[in-house]
């Protein structure tokens, strides 16, 4: 059984910076697709970064590019979300996502972190 955490939320000023852990275990990383999504109060879950099962091919939603930086740590099974220039717009709990080997179906999710940006 996969399982995913996530850890690094918090209350940030706006122009601040956070960096979001999703720790996995019961099954390695390697060859999924791992994702960060968002949901803001009243509002969808939205996409908002992915690393694809190839661990080379990286996506952003536009509102995040450039602020945003998604990447692995093999080793620690352990995939983060590096949020530089928030804005009370990145307001959200995020969580953590995980496909199966070889797909982009997200099928596994974590319990979400809040991130609270005040202006």
């Known amino acids: 059984q996969v399982h995913l955490e996530e850890s690094g939320g918090g209350l940030v000023q706006a122009g601040g910076s956070l960096r979001l852990d999703c720790v996995v275990s019961g099954r390695t990383i390697s060859y999924r697709s791992m994702a960060w999504f968002r949901q803001a109060p009243g509002k969808e879950r939205e996409f908002v970064a992915a690393?694809?099962?190839?661990?080379?091919?990286?996506d952003y939603t536009d509102s995040v590019k450039g602020r945003f930086t998604i990447f692995m740590d093999y080793g620690r099974n352990t995939v983060y979300l590096r949020m530089n220039s928030l804005n009370p717009e990145d307001t959200a709990v995020y969580y953590c996502a995980s496909t199966n080997e070889y797909s982009e179906k997200y099928d596994y999710w974590g319990q979400g972190t809040q991130v609270t940006v005040s202006s």
């Open positions: 690393v694809k099962w190839d661990g080379v091919t990286m």
